[in-house]
């Protein structure tokens, strides 16, 4: 049987996955934003058409890998102002 296996990850999932294992990492929001979007980052591997691009943007997991690069600006403040 030809195709994907039941098991295969989609590309959106990949690349969650892949923000999920940088961003502790990353000292700011920026940081993983260069690694996942950045000139020949994992974003345009995965995804190297436009409408390919368009169509992530519409996945929950997109919007889990912004809420994730979002939230690594807020716990670097939160730990500054604990010192």
Do not use: W
Not at 2 to 19: C, D, N, R, T, Y
């Amino acid at each position: 049987m030809k195709g994907k296996s039941p098991m295969a990850k989609s590309k959106a999932q990949q690349a969650l996955e892949f923000v999920r294992e940088q961003a502790p990492h990353c000292d700011s929001p920026r940081d993983l934003h260069n690694i996942f979007f950045g000139i020949g980052a994992k974003f345009s591997q995965l995804f190297p058409t436009l409408p390919e691009r368009e169509a992530f943007m519409l996945t929950p997991e997109y919007e889990e890998i912004v809420r994730i690069r979002e939230s690594i600006g807020r716990k670097k403040k939160r730990a500054a102002t604990k010192r």
